[in-house]
T-cell receptor, first 113, second 114 residues
Framework: AQSVAQPEDQVNVAEGNPLTVKCTYS??????LFWYVQYPNRGLQFLLK??????LVKGSYGFEAEFNKSQTSFHLKKPSALVSDSALYFCAVYNNAGNMLTFGGGTRLMVKP | ETGVTQSPTHLIKTRGQQVTLRCSSQ?????VSWYQQALGQGPQFIFQYYREEENGRGNFPPRFSGLQFPNYSSELNVNALELDDSALYLC?????????????FGPGTRLTVT
C-alpha cells in the first residue's frame, strides 16, 4: 500500500532561517508526491508536486521540495522562513488503487520572529 | 481563496441522524473529491466524482454516499451518524478525472456528532 510518513509533529524555526519539513514515502512503482499547506480554519492549498523529471521541484510561495529516490524522501524546503509560513503542512502520495491521495499526519511549522 | 464553496460551515447532529453536505466546484472543473479530516490528523480520501460517476473510493463504509450534479456541484451524504464521524469534511475540485490533477480545496464543513 502507498503511504507517507511525516516524522515530526512540529518544526520550530526562526524567521529568516532555512526550513525543512520532512516526508518519507513507501510506494510500489513510481511515486507521485504532493505537498499541501493548511492555514487555521481554511482548506488545504496546493504547494507543489513531483511526477517525474528534476528531483528539485519548485512550488508556490518560495517553497521547493527535493525528491530523493534512494532515501525515499520528499522533504519540503524554503531558504528563508517567514512568520506567515506558520501553518500545518501535509505530504501526500498518489495511490492508483482507488485513484486517491493518501496524506501524512501533518507537521506544524512554527516560525518565530 | 479558491472558487470552491462548501455549505454549511458548521453543523451539529445527533448520533443516528443523517446529514447532507454540499460543495460547489470551481468554474471549469468537472471533478469533485471528498475528504474527512479528524482533529489532529491528515485528510482521508472518501471518494471522487467525475462527470457524475463515482471514480474512486477510499476505505469508508457504504453509509457514506455522494452525488454529482450536471453543473458538477456535489453532495456528501452520511447516514446513521456515529460519534467518530465528527470531523472537518473537505471537498476539492479539479479538472479531469485523475487525482494527479491539482486539486482546489474548499474551506470545509465542520460536523459535530453528539
Amino acid at each position: 500500500a502507498q503511504s507517507v510518513a511525516q516524522p515530526e509533529d512540529q518544526v520550530n524555526v526562526a524567521e529568516g532561517n532555512p526550513l525543512t519539513v520532512k516526508c518519507t514515502y513507501s510506494v510500489s512503482g513510481n511515486p507521485y508526491l504532493f505537498w499541501y499547506v493548511q492555514y487555521p480554519n481554511r482548506g488545504l492549498q496546493f504547494l507543489l508536486k513531483y511526477i517525474t523529471g528534476d528531483n528539485l521541484v519548485k512550488g508556490s510561495y518560495g517553497f521547493e521540495a527535493e525528491f530523493n529516490k534512494s532515501q525515499t524522501s520528499f522533504h519540503l524546503k524554503k531558504p528563508s522562513a517567514l512568520v506567515s509560513d506558520s501553518a500545518l503542512y501535509f505530504c501526500a502520495v498518489y495511490n492508483n488503487a482507488g485513484n486517491m491521495l493518501t496524506f501524512g499526519g501533518g507537521t506544524r511549522l512554527m516560525v518565530k520572529p | 481563496e479558491t472558487g470552491v464553496t462548501q455549505s454549511p460551515t458548521h453543523l451539529i447532529k445527533t448520533r443516528g441522524q443523517q446529514v447532507t453536505l454540499r460543495c460547489s466546484s470551481q468554474s471549469g472543473h468537472n471533478t469533485v473529491s471528498w475528504y474527512q479530516q479528524a482533529l489532529g490528523q491528515g485528510p482521508q480520501f472518501i471518494f471522487q466524482y467525475y462527470r457524475e460517476e463515482e471514480n474512486g473510493r477510499g476505505n469508508f463504509p457504504p453509509r457514506f454516499s455522494g452525488l454529482q450534479f450536471p453543473n458538477y456541484s456535489s453532495e456528501l451524504n452520511v447516514n446513521a451518524l456515529e460519534l467518530d464521524d465528527s470531523a472537518l469534511y473537505l471537498c476539492a475540485s479539479s479538472r479531469g478525472g485523475q487525482i494527479l490533477y491539482e486539486q482546489y480545496f474548499g474551506p470545509g464543513t465542520r460536523l459535530t456528532v453528539t
